[in-house]
C-alpha cells in the first residue's frame, strides 16, 4: 500500500520496477493458489490481497510513466507458475514459488543499483517487505511449510538489499544537495 499510495501522490514512477509489481502480482496469485491447495487459507487471502495490490501498481507505474516495454520476467513467471501447478500440482508450486521471490524482487533490486532517481520508490513500501519475511518466516516456522521458510529468507535478503539502496541513494542526495 505504501508504495501505491506513493505513486497516487506523486503521479510519477521515478526509481520503480514495473517488471518487479507485475512479477509479484503473479506470484502473490500463485501463493494464493498455493494456500488453495494446501488448506492454508490465510496464505490465499494474505495473498490473494498483495496480487490485487500489486497490479494497481503496476498500472499506476505504467500510468505514470514507465514502459510497458520494461516487462520481461512477468509473462514467463506466470507460464513458469501455472505450468508448474499444472503439471505438479502443489508440490510443483512449492518448488517454484520460494524461487519467485527472485523472479519479483530482483528486477526492482537493479532498477535501484541503475536509476539515478529513485524518489517514487517507497521506502516504507520495502521496509514493510523485510517485515513480510519476517512475518512469513514465523509463520513458515509454526506450520512447518518449507517453502514459504525459503521464500522468507528471499524475502529478507532481496528487500534489505533495496532498502539499503534507497537509504544509500537519499544519503548521496543529502550529500549533494548544499546545506
Known amino acids: 500500500m505504501p508504495q501505491l499510495a506513493r505513486l497516487l501522490r506523486a503521479r510519477q514512477a ?11 502480482s503473479v506470484v502473490s496469485f500463485g501463493w494464493a493458489a498455493y494456500g488453495l491447495l494446501t488448506g492454508q487459507i490465510f496464505v490465499s487471502l494474505a495473498t490473494g490481497s498483495s496480487g490485487f495490490i500489486f497490479a494497481l501498481i503496476a498500472l499506476f507505474a505504467v500510468r ?19 505450468g508448474s501447478g499444472v503439471l505438479f500440482g502443489k508440490q510443483g508450486l512449492g518448488i517454484m514459488l520460494p524461487v519467485s521471490v527472485l523472479a519479483a524482487n530482483i528486477p526492482q533490486l537493479w532498477v535501484a543499483y541503475r536509476e539515478g532517481n529513485l524518489t517514487d520508490l517507497s521506502l516504507g513500501a520495502w521496509a514493510l517487505s523485510i517485515s513480510d519475511g519476517l512475518v512469513w518466516g514465523i509463520y513458515s516456522l509454526i506450520q512447518q511449510d518449507f517453502s514459504i521458510m525459503v521464500f522468507a529468507l528471499f524475502q529478507l535478503t532481496t528487500s534489505g538489499l533495496i532498502v539499503l539502496l534507497k537509504l544509500l541513494h537519499g544519503a548521496k542526495l543529502r550529500h549533494a544537495s548544499p546545506a
Open 14 to 24: 521515478y526509481g520503480v520496477s514495473l517488471d518487479s509489481a507485475a512479477t509479484s
Open 64 to 82: 505514470f510513466g514507465r514502459s510497458i516495454k520494461e516487462i520481461k520476467v512477468a509473462p514467463f513467471w506466470a507460464v513458469v507458475l501455472v
